[in-house]
């Protein structure tokens, strides 16, 4: 190995230990390692600037401001109430209906989208019930990705292997989309086992939802109003948006622009409640990954997997599912993605059957993200949430119900997958 390559391992092991031990703060280690980068003459601030997906900072820029003036209309309160109510103030059916909340709106907007809007409802709900609302954030973590790996517009990794493999919406509705509604089910069985001993409350507070009044948490009946039609213009947006020749982060943008003028707030409030240090964390993380692309470590790992299987299918397809689901887990999905699609399209222009390829790399990527905390978006997004709220999510708290999750999730799909195509 080169000593570029040996740098950036130990460079991308350093940050990681320092996010996983969580024994410095999530964003000062992650830009840090970027800076050491650049310091070792690995990158350069072009290099940096390169490896910055701007296409999600995009979205989680505009997806904040955005929520950050909805939020003011009492939208997320109301609709805590309303789905409390439903589920009879109990605290095991909250968590069910925010599961199932939570996976809908992730296949119909992305990962990110989703957690900031269930997370202020999770907390609004949490706080009536005095319970703590860690458990559910975690599921619904974890229902986010699930979610968001169902359809081509769920998750990033799922975009780009649409578009190069040519598979339609309803392609990943009946792959990924199948194999998840299984997930989902045995998840929630997962959950039962999991929390059945902390999801208790006093009657007391159960009484107190069920008397709450959904329509007086409305604080701006116009600004609701607007809020929702710009909601469901958004969601149409994305699921469109290759035909509107837009991207997810300009939909995301001139939603938070539309809403911000509609709100009549003072616009420095609201870029305020940006959570700035997540995207800076996001940033670091990009430059930490990417620098392992540009050395070739991520090309070499890849190489590596293909030359294990040997052209068998089944092990081909198995080995892509696990392995993208451990990367994934610790790694941003989007450069493993990017490096085996070029692979996979190789193998299928030399007569490999290669569909159950793409579908193992979407699941076991997409689904691989609730493995750490770190593994997607959403994960550190929503744990920003919850810790700015007084209750922090640690590296290792989120490890001990993620990553079995993860595993169980991967297994379903295994099992999916070699029912079908093997």
Not at 282 to 299: R, S
Request: aromatic share 8%.
């Amino acid at each position: 190995m080169s000593a570029d390559q040996i740098a950036a391992i130990i460079i991308f092991v350093i940050t990681m230990a320092a996010i996983i031990t969580n024994k410095v703060n999530n964003t000062l280690a992650a830009v840090s390692g970027a800076i050491l980068l650049v310091l070792t003459h690995i990158l350069s601030i072009e290099d940096c600037v390169g490896f910055i997906d701007a296409e999600t900072i995009g979205i989680l820029v505009g997806m904040m401001l955005m929520v950050s003036v909805i939020k003011t209309s009492g939208i997320f309160e109301y609709i805590a109430i309303k789905s409390a109510k439903l589920a009879k103030g109990r605290p095991w059916p909250i968590m069910v209906v925010f599961i199932i909340i939570t996976a809908i709106l992730s296949g119909l907007l992305d990962n990110v989208t989703t957690i900031l809007l269930v997370g202020p409802m999770t907390l609004a709900i949490t706080n009536i019930l005095e319970v703590d609302p860690v458990p559910y954030m975690l599921t619904q973590i974890m229902a986010s990705n699930a979610g968001g790996t169902a359809t081509l517009i769920g998750d990033p990794p799922n975009i780009m292997i649409g578009t190069a493999a040519n598979l339609s919406f309803m392609d990943f509705i009946q792959n990924t989309g199948a194999a998840v509604v299984l997930v989902m089910i045995v998840s929630i069985v997962c959950y039962r086992f999991i929390y059945r001993k902390s999801l208790t409350v006093d009657e007391k507070n159960i009484q107190k939802v069920m008397q709450l009044d959904e329509h007086k948490s409305i604080k701006d009946k116009r600004l609701m109003a607007e809020s929702i039609i710009v909601l469901v213009l958004v969601a149409v947006a994305f699921i469109f948006h290759s035909q509107l020749h837009v991207t997810s982060a300009t939909i995301a943008l001139t939603a938070a622009c539309i809403m911000m003028f509609l709100g009549k707030e003072d616009p420095e409030d609201v870029i305020i409640n940006v959570e700035w240090s997540t995207i800076l964390f996001f940033i670091g993380l990009f430059i930490v990954v990417g620098a392992l692309d540009k050395v070739g470590i991520i090309k070499i790992l890849a190489h590596g997997l293909m030359n294990l299987t040997g052209g068998n299918m089944v092990f081909t397809m198995m080995l892509i599912l696990w392995i993208s689901a451990l990367i994934s887990s610790f790694l941003n999905n989007i450069p493993f993605v990017a490096t085996l699609i070029p692979m996979i399209l190789t193998m299928q222009a030399s007569g490999v059957h290669a569909e159950p390829l793409w579908w193992a790399l979407s699941m076991g990527a997409c689904l691989g993200g609730n493995g750490t905390l770190i593994g997607a978006s959403a994960n550190v997004v929503l744990a920003g949430i919850s810790k700015n709220a007084g209750y922090p999510i640690s590296f290792g708290k989120y490890f001990k119900v993620g990553f079995p999750m993860m595993l169980v999730s991967i297994s379903v799909c295994s099992i999916f997958l070699l029912i079908k195509f093997a």
